[in-house]
C-alpha cells in the first residue's frame, strides 16, 4: 500500500462565459416521473467528478477537446433528452422531471500551466480540482429548477485537458451517469448512435400501493436512545483537515486476505470487502470514538441484475440501496480484522435481496422521504466498476479523479506502469487522526 499526499501546487485558470448547450434536435416536451429511489432526500445534489487527458500530437491544431466534446454532448442529449430538463417540486416533496430543453452548463477555459504540471505521473488525490469544476453557485443553490449537468473542459498549454463534471444524482448513480459521458465519447468519435440506448423506465422502482417495507433500512434508523449529532470530524474547520490518498494494488490485497484465512466464505470475498473492512476499523480507531459508542459504515450496492423482475439494459437511473454495517467502536478496533470484514460481508449479502430495493422505494414513501441518519456514520462509494475510466473522446481513456470529503470516500481505479489494477482509496481527516490512520493500515499491509 502506497499513500500519497496532494501536491502543493498553485496554477491560474481563465474561464470563458458559459454557454448553455441544447439537444442538437427537436425533442419531445414531456414529463417525467421519477422513481421512489431517485426521489431520495440525500440525493438531492450535483456529484463532482474530473478526467484527464493526454495531449495527441495527431489532434494537434486540428481538433479542438472543447468543440468537439461540446457537439457530441449535443448529440447524445437528443437520446438523454430528460436530462437538458429541469427538476420540479410537487406536494409532499415528491419531484418529476419536466423535459424543457433549457439545457446544461458548459464552459471552456485556459490553464496557464502543462498538465505534466499537476503530477507526472498522474496520481490521486486532486486537491486541484475546484479549479476544473464549473461554479455551479453562479446558478443558484440545489437541483430544484437548477441544471442537471455542468461541464468545463479546461486545456493545458501542453495540448492534453480535463473534462469535468457536476451531475444531479437524483438523475441518475454513478452506472447510468458513466453511461451517458460513454455515449457522448461516442459521439465525439464519430458514432451515429450510443451503443447503449437509454431506457427511463422509472415506473419500474415506485412504491408499492400501499408501501410495505420488508427490510430494515438502517441508513433512515437513528441510534438507539439517542438524538442526531455529526461526527465530530465533519466539525471540524477545513483547515485542520489532511486530504491523502491510499493506493491498493494487487500484492496489498493479498497481504489482507492473510487475516482473514478462517472465513469459511473466503472464496467469496472481494477486493472490496477486504479494503473497506481495513479502511473502516483504521478510521475508527483513528478518530478515537469512546468504546461503547456505536458506529456505523454503509456504502452503495448496485442491484441492476439482482433485482426480480430485472431492470432493462440501458436503465441509467438510480439503481442502488445502501447496505449498513455497525458495531461497537471498542469492539471493532479491539477485534481481529476478520469481524470487520464479517460485518461487511454481512451488510452487503441482505442489501442484494431481490426485493431490497422495492423495500427501500416503499420505506422511503411512507416515511415522507426522510432524512439520511450521519451522526457517526462513513459512507463508502466504490465507483471502480462504474464505467468512468472508459470514457474516451478521441484522445484514449483518461485518468477518472473524485474530490475526497470527511464523510464520505469513493474508491477509483487506474493502471499503472506494470498495467496492474491500483485501487485509489482518498481520505479526508484531522491531521492527527490521519497520522493515525495511515500507521494502522501500515500496520495491516507488510512488504
Not at 458559459?18 to 426521489?39: E, G, R
Not at 415506473?203 to 408501501?211: F, I
Request: one cysteine or more.
Amino acid at each position: 500500500m502506497k499513500s500519497i499526499l496532494g501536491p502543493k501546487i498553485s496554477f491560474n485558470v481563465q474561464r470563458s462565459k458559459p454557454v448553455v448547450i441544447f439537444p442538437a434536435k427537436p425533442t419531445p416536451h414531456d414529463i417525467k416521473f421519477l422513481s421512489d429511489i431517485d426521489n431520495q432526500t440525500v440525493l438531492r445534489y450535483h456529484t463532482p467528478g474530473v478526467h484527464f487527458y493526454h495531449s495527441d500530437p495527431s489532434k494537434a491544431c486540428q481538433v479542438d477537446p472543447a468543440n468537439a466534446i461540446k457537439e457530441a454532448l449535443a448529440e447524445a442529449l437528443v437520446y438523454y433528452y430528460p436530462i437538458a430538463g429541469r427538476l420540479r417540486e410537487q406536494p409532499e416533496r415528491k419531484l418529476l422531471l419536466d423535459c424543457t430543453r433549457e439545457g446544461v452548463m458548459f464552459v471552456e477555459a485556459e490553464a496557464d500551466v502543462c498538465l505534466e504540471y499537476l503530477g507526472d505521473p498522474l496520481t490521486p488525490p486532486f486537491p486541484f480540482t475546484d479549479q476544473l469544476h464549473f461554479d455551479s453557485e453562479l446558478m443558484g443553490p440545489g437541483v430544484i429548477n437548477q441544471p442537471l449537468l455542468y461541464v468545463q473542459v479546461t486545456r493545458f498549454k501542453c495540448g492534453g485537458f480535463t473534462f469535468a463534471h457536476k451531475t444531479c444524482h437524483m438523475i441518475a448513480d454513478a452506472h447510468g451517469w458513466a453511461q451517458f459521458l460513454t455515449a457522448i465519447g461516442e459521439f465525439a468519435r464519430g458514432a451515429d448512435q450510443p451503443n447503449v440506448l437509454p431506457v427511463w423506465d422509472r415506473h419500474l422502482l415506485l412504491a408499492r400501493d400501499p408501501p410495505a417495507p420488508t427490510h430494515i433500512h438502517l441508513e433512515y434508523e437513528p441510534f438507539e436512545g439517542e438524538t442526531q449529532e455529526y461526527d465530530d470530524v465533519l466539525k471540524t474547520l477545513p483547515a485542520n483537515l489532511v486530504y491523502r490518498s491510499f493506493l491498493f494494488g494487487p500484492k496489498d490485497v493479498s497481504f489482507l486476505k492473510k487475516y482473514v484465512q478462517s472465513l469459511k466464505s473466503m472464496s467469496n470475498v472481494s477486493r472490496f470487502d477486504l479494503i473497506t473492512a481495513a479502511v473502516w476499523r483504521s478510521r475508527t480507531i483513528a478518530l478515537d470514538y469512546p468504546p461503547d459508542c456505536e458506529i456505523r459504515v454503509q456504502f452503495p450496492v448496485n442491484s441492476r441484475g439482482k433485482m426480480v423482475p430485472s431492470l432493462p439494459t440501458g436503465f441509467y437511473g438510480n439503481a442502488f440501496a445502501l447496505a449498513v454495517a455497525f458495531s461497537k467502536a471498542g469492539k471493532l478496533c479491539s477485534s481481529p480484522l476478520e469481524y470487520a470484514l464479517k460485518l461487511v460481508k454481512e451488510a452487503k449479502e441482505n442489501a442484494r435481496a431481490c426485493d431490497f430495493l422495492q423495500s427501500l422505494a416503499d420505506l422511503n414513501v411512507l416515511r415522507g422521504r426522510p432524512q439520511m441518519i450521519v451522526a457517526r456514520t462513513f459512507l463508502v462509494s466504490d465507483i471502480t466498476c462504474a464505467g468512468f475510466q472508459g470514457v474516451d473522446f478521441g484522445w484514449g481513456e483518461g485518468m477518472f479523479g473524485v474530490k475526497s470529503f470527511p464523510w464520505l470516500t469513493m474508491y477509483t481505479s487506474f493502471k499503472n506502469s506494470d498495467g496492474e489494477e491500483i485501487v485509489v482509496v482518498p481520505m479526508c481527516l484531522p491531521q492527527l487522526a490521519m497520522a493515525t490512520f495511515k500507521a494502522e493500515m501500515e500496520s495491516l499491509i507488510q512488504a
